[in-house]
Antibody
């Protein structure tokens, strides 16, 4: 059974950065990092789901939603089956739960999800 | 810009009733439409992919239909555990979620 395990909650000051990790396990031969994408989706308190970006680990290509271009970086380390999401220049509007999810390629759904990481931005 | 519009925003039903949730895309997404269920404090769970295929382990009371711009998620007979928020999602270009439908008792 595939599992995506994320790092713990973070509290950050406005203007700082946060880096959240997402480690895949449970699939054989590292298939998740070879044959799938890893998306990051966030959910502000009481709000809906917002896709922010994705990485294709096999080719190290990342795509970002336009509103996050320039301050979001998604990377992946195949040796540890871990993806990372770093968001810079944080404001209170970035307070949200951040989820990673495994994407079926090329245009499939997100079939497995991490448990979510709460990022709180507060002075 | 592609937009997914879900309706209704809130649906109030009772256990045993049939639920019909709608998702409309502002331009065609073919069959690249998925449905997710989310309960409070939990990650979303994939229910339906490619408009009409149930994900692994999803009960047969959940079904999806549609193509192009109009899609429907139907729950044939509501169980108590089905009351949650449901999101549609397309993946033709930039992944995008609808705003959600809250299914309440």
């Amino acid at each position: 059974q595939v599992q995506l395990v994320q790092s713990g909650p973070e509290v950050k000051k406005p203007g700082s950065s946060v880096k959240v990790s997402c480690k895949a396990s449970g699939d054989t031969s590292g298939h998740t990092f070879s044959n799938y994408g890893i998306s990051w989706v966030r959910q502000a308190p009481g709000q809906g789901l917002e896709w922010i970006g994705r990485i294709l680990p096999l080719v190290h290509i990342s795509n970002y939603a336009p509103k996050f271009q320039g301050r979001l970086t998604i990377t992946a380390d195949e040796s540890t089956s871990t993806a990372y999401m770093q968001l810079n220049s944080l404001t209170s509007e970035d307070t949200a739960v951040y989820f990673c999810a495994r994407d079926v390629l090329p245009r499939g759904p997100s079939d497995y999800w991490g448990q979510g990481t709460l990022v709180t931005v507060s002075s | 810009e592609l937009v997914l519009t879900q309706s209704p925003a809130t649906l109030s039903l009772s256990p045993g009733e049939r639920a019909t949730l709608s998702c409309r895309a502002s331009q065609s997404v073919g069959s690249y439409l998925a449905w997710y269920q989310q309960k409070p404090g939990q990650a979303p769970r994939l229910l339906i992919y490619d408009a009409s295929n149930r994900a692994t382990g999803i009960p047969a009371r959940f079904s999806g239909s549609g193509s192009g711009t109009d899609f429907t998620l139907t729950i044939s007979s509501l169980e108590p555990e089905d009351f949650a928020v449901y999101y549609c999602h397309q993946s033709t270009n930039w992944p995008l979620f609808g705003q959600g439908t809250r299914l309440e008792i």
